[in-house]
């Protein structure tokens, strides 16, 4: 039997795909931590940790699946107490009591110190562990998931537990939009059961409540309107994961967040209308790509938020359901663009909920007024004469305009975070 040869997208999407528990910058600290633990191969008496802007800032607030902590330097420390690299970004889905325990323990004993790593890019964290005169580092850098692991004090070259796999390109929407259409069903079915994946822990969500229940305070007010529940059910999931609930997410551009505002709603409006599965699946595709797409613009992670780029990736889904095509697609991303450029990230917590619902919502109105034949003109604000020139548009603000902005949101929240340690010791004192 002749073996059938992915498409080069394919194996984008499952590379890109991954299912992860809890908050990703807070998992890949872990990874980093417990591979380093695991090249060194004895207890660290001494872990030092240097990451980004943008790892340090959006792992600040979010929850940790199976803990009460937040933050790199407990994810760092779960990551050393578990030790066990294999699990890759799914890492924190294995912590018990004991793990915590031994976290807690590393953590008051002030072994491990943080370090802001300038002049590298978006994602990156290195981890290097010390013991008895021996040492390991890790480092994960471009995508959260690849881990590498540098030469230890003795010279000795350790074992890949991961291998770096290539960035994507800046993907052709012309491209994306045929494949999306004439892609083989079965190399793309997978898709369909991410987006159910992430759907379970948006009911969830909706059962349990977390955080300000967002989703759930929605969900009540949606009364039968497709796009209004696709927006409280992605909301709803995104409150549950920042909390620190331990269900598994699908991931998109190595956020959790971002796969599920693409996903949920796209799968509940196909549902809703009464698709097939293989219609619901390409819009899930056109969706998931065109993400990508726009990640490929901005960079993973940024002061951008990523809910409007994930989002843009919705409306896109959109547009293929309500029965249309690339022109359509073309001026909902303009829509979307105009409209939404400017949602800054001020970190990975509770509220991305808020940003998530609103940024649906954007996605339904960008594309019913691109299906209208309608878009913002050109001559408007920073939109280009066409796509291209748009998503050239997108990149220049993303590496440009928001990289001294990002600095100065990392600075406040750092501020921020110190003023309420002295508020919170004057208090016990």
Do not use: W
């Amino acid at each position: 039997m002749e073996e059938t040869i992915e498409s080069p997208l394919t194996r984008l999407l499952k590379r890109e795909l991954l299912v992860s528990m809890g908050c990703t910058e807070p998992a890949a600290a872990a990874l980093a931590a417990a591979a380093a633990r695991h090249a060194l191969g004895i207890p660290p008496q001494a872990v030092r940790i240097r990451a980004s802007r943008d790892i340090i800032k959006n792992a600040m607030h979010a929850g940790i699946p199976h803990s009460t902590f937040k933050g790199i330097n407990a994810a760092a420390a779960l990551g050393v107490s578990v030790g066990d690299p294999a699990k890759g970004l799914n890492i924190l889905s294995c912590i018990g009591p004991e793990d915590e325990e031994r976290a807690a323990a590393l953590l008051r004993s002030g072994c491990i110190e943080l370090e802001l790593a300038e002049g590298t890019p978006p994602v990156f964290i290195e981890v290097k562990v010390q013991a008895e005169g021996h040492s390991a580092t890790a480092r994960i850098q471009g995508e959260h998931s690849q881990v590498v692991i540098l030469k230890d004090s003795g010279g000795e070259t350790m074992p890949e537990y991961i291998q770096s796999g290539e960035s994507y390109p800046e993907l052709s929407p012309e491209a994306l939009y045929d494949y999306a259409l004439h892609v083989p069903f079965a190399e793309i079915r997978f898709l369909i059961e991410g987006a159910r994946t992430n759907y379970a822990i948006a009911e969830h969500s909706v059962k349990t409540g977390y955080g300000i229940q967002v989703g759930k305070t929605m969900l009540e007010q949606e009364g039968g309107d497709l796009f209004l529940r696709g927006a409280s059910l992605a909301a709803a999931a995104s409150d549950a994961r920042m909390a620190g609930c331990s269900m598994p997410v699908v991931i998109n551009s190595g956020s959790g967040n971002q796969g599920i505002t693409i996903s949920v709603p796209v799968l509940v409006l196909g549902e809703g209308l009464g698709r097939g599965e293989e219609e619901i699946t390409r819009a899930l595709c056109l969706a998931h790509l065109t993400a990508l797409m726009m990640t490929a613009r901005k960079d993973r992670l940024s002061a951008l938020c990523g809910a409007f780029t994930a989002a843009v990736g919705t409306a896109a889904g959109y547009i293929l359901l309500l029965g249309g095509g690339y022109d359509d697609m073309t001026r909902c991303v303009n829509n979307m663009v105009g409209n939404l450029m400017g949602i800054l990230c001020d970190g990975a917590k509770g509220s991305c909920a808020l940003k998530i619902y609103s940024c649906v919502e954007a996605a339904a109105m960008g594309a019913k007024i691109a299906l209208a034949g309608r878009s913002i003109p050109a001559s408007e604000g920073v939109l280009g004469n066409n796509l291209e020139e748009t998503l050239r548009t997108v990149r220049q603000i993303s590496h440009e305009g928001m990289i001294p902005l990002d600095k100065t949101i990392l600075n406040i929240m750092i501020q921020k975070r110190k003023q309420q340690e002295v508020t919170k010791g004057a208090s016990k004192n």
